[in-house]
């Protein structure tokens, strides 16, 4: 069971308050949507989860563990945000055989799944990145943050460049990360899918959240 606890987080960048007061507690073996216009704060509020930037004010917590404080990054965590830094040199196999080799924690068989799983055949995983077309390195993308298993799975924009096989296999996806225990964490423009998906929706205006829907809040 994963616990991530926000109490009052701020973000400010350049005077601005980019995320303004947010409060939330998120659990594993649920999905968590985070629904708002362009600019609303969503890769934001991701970002800070992740221990990529840290608040200005206000705390995040692992299981107990203050981000910035008792751990810099979450122990267990897998990212979707826009532009992955995959290497153009490289296969999509390579560059994802050269991400698990920082917690070096899985092998070829665990990558390959996860090529599997994306829809990455044999194949299209041996091409070079710089060939990969829109679609394909959004799934590369995908893998990349589920082949370790983590505790904590984070999209942001994942059916974005997605086909309808795609974007089917992208809920199929969620659906089984959440079942084996994840927390996950989704932002979607797409709101049937995040409908579809997510037991929770907390909706951001502004940098701060407006309104929280789905099991336990009022709509
Ligand atoms: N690197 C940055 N420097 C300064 N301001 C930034 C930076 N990145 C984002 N912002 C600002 O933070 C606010 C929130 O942006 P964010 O990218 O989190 O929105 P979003 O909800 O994810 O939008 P989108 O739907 O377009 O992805 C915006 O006002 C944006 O201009």
Same mark, same amino acid.
């Given at each position: 069971?994963? !616990?991530?606890? $926000?109490?009052?987080?701020?973000?400010?960048? !350049?005077?601005?308050?980019? #995320?303004?007061?947010?409060?939330?507690?998120?659990?594993?073996?649920?999905?968590? @949507?985070?629904?708002?216009?362009?600019?609303?704060? !969503?890769?934001?509020?991701?970002?800070?989860?992740?221990? *990529?930037?840290?608040?200005? !004010? @206000?705390? #995040?917590? %692992?299981?107990?563990?203050? *981000?910035?404080?008792?751990?810099?990054?979450?122990?267990?965590?897998?990212? $979707? *945000?826009?532009?992955?830094?995959?290497?153009?040199?490289?296969?999509?196999?390579?560059?994802?055989?050269?991400?698990?080799?920082?917690?070096?924690?899985?092998?070829?068989?665990?990558?390959?799944?996860?090529?599997?799983?994306?829809?990455?055949?044999?194949?299209?995983?041996?091409?070079?990145?710089?060939?990969?077309?829109?679609?394909?390195?959004?799934? $590369?993308? %995908?893998?990349?943050?589920?082949?370790?298993?983590?505790?904590?799975? #984070? *999209?942001?924009?994942?059916?974005?460049?997605?086909?309808?096989?795609?974007?089917?296999?992208?809920?199929? %996806?969620?659906?089984?990360?959440?079942?084996?225990?994840?927390?996950?964490?989704?932002?979607?423009?797409?709101?049937?899918?995040?409908?579809?998906?997510?037991?929770? #929706?907390?909706? $951001?205006?502004?940098?701060?959240?407006?309104?929280?829907?789905?099991?336990?809040?009022?709509?």
């Amino acid at each position: 069971m994963t !616990k991530i606890e $926000l109490e009052g987080v701020y973000k400010i960048v !350049k005077g601005v308050s980019v #995320i303004h007061d947010i409060s939330m507690t998120i659990t594993s073996g649920q999905v968590t @949507g985070l629904r708002g216009v362009n600019g609303s704060g !969503k890769t934001m509020l991701m970002r800070l989860i992740a221990g *990529l930037i840290l608040p200005t !004010k @206000g705390t #995040i917590k %692992i299981d107990g563990k203050v *981000l910035g404080k008792d751990i810099s990054f979450p122990e267990s965590i897998g990212i $979707l *945000l826009e532009n992955p830094a995959f290497l153009n040199r490289y296969s999509g196999f390579q560059n994802l055989r050269m991400l698990a080799s920082i917690r070096n924690n899985i092998g070829d068989a665990q990558i390959n799944h996860a090529l599997h799983t994306v829809g990455l055949d044999a194949i299209s995983s041996q091409k070079k990145y710089k060939k990969y077309s829109l679609g394909m390195k959004q799934r $590369l993308g %995908i893998a990349g943050a589920i082949m370790e298993q983590p505790e904590i799975v #984070i *999209l942001d924009e994942p059916t974005n460049s997605l086909d309808a096989n795609g974007v089917e296999q992208v809920k199929h %996806i969620v659906r089984h990360e959440k079942e084996r225990g994840a927390v996950v964490i989704l932002a979607c423009h797409d709101t049937d899918i995040l409908d579809e998906l997510a037991d929770e #929706i907390h909706y $951001l205006e502004n940098g701060a959240v407006i309104q929280t829907t789905g099991r336990g809040h009022q709509a």
